[in-house]
């Protein structure tokens, strides 16, 4: 299976992500019921809960990583994930 990245954005709504660092460990779960995007994916970390959002905008995707509408369905209602790069305002992270 190819590696997998998506955008981690919209930190600054939540905890900012000054805190997080290469390797951290974080936990994605479906929102299906979310007001704004049926696609919308929560990323949580152990300890604060919700960090953030997957990306699911060509304004917030960064590169050629997934956004969360492509990788909805390549997931079940929970997966873990871990952050690659920390960048202004959220992160780069790979599913493992």
């Known amino acids: 299976m190819a590696r997998e990245y998506f955008t981690l954005c919209g930190c600054n709504h939540y905890y900012g992500n ?10 994605l ?5 979310n007001e704004y995007d049926s696609e919308a994916i929560m990323v949580q970390m152990k300890g604060l809960g919700k960090v953030g959002y997957v990306a699911n905008s ?13 990788l909805y369905d390549r997931i079940g209602k929970k997966a873990k994930a871990k952050i690659v790069y920390v960048v202004p305002g959220g992160a780069v992270c790979r599913l493992v």
């Not at 779960?29 to 019921?33: M, N, S």
């Open 18 to 27: 000054d805190f997080m660092k290469k390797g951290m460990k974080i936990k």
């Open 29 to 33: 779960k479906k929102e299906p019921q």
């Open 58 to 70: 060509a304004y917030t995707v960064l590169g050629e990583s997934l956004s969360a509408g492509r």
